[in-house]
C-alpha cells in the first residue's frame, strides 16, 4: 500500500492525524500493550511483530493493525523502521 491510500484509509476508518515512528536498527521491545488502537504503514526499514505464539515480518508497503491492549512485542531490522501510524483510542 502506499502513504496516500493508507492515510485516506485511516482518514475513513475515524484515526485522527498519523504520526512517523522510527525505531533503531538490531533493536527490540519486550512483550507490551497500547492503550490505543494502532494501524501502521511501513515507509522504510523492516520488523517483526510478536503476538501469542505468531511472529509475522513486515517490510515496505506493508501494513499492521493491533488492537488496544493487545500483548506484543517488537524487533527491527538491520536498518531499523520508520513507520506511519494512526492511534485511535
Known sequence: MDREAFTKSLTKEGFPEAVV???DANTAMDVHTHSFEAKALIIE????IRVGDEERAYRVGNVFHLAANEAH????GPNGVTYLVGRKQ
Open 73 to 76: 512485542s517488537e524487533r527491527y
Open 21 to 23: 515512528v522510527k525505531r
Open 45 to 48: 526499514g523492516d520488523m517483526h
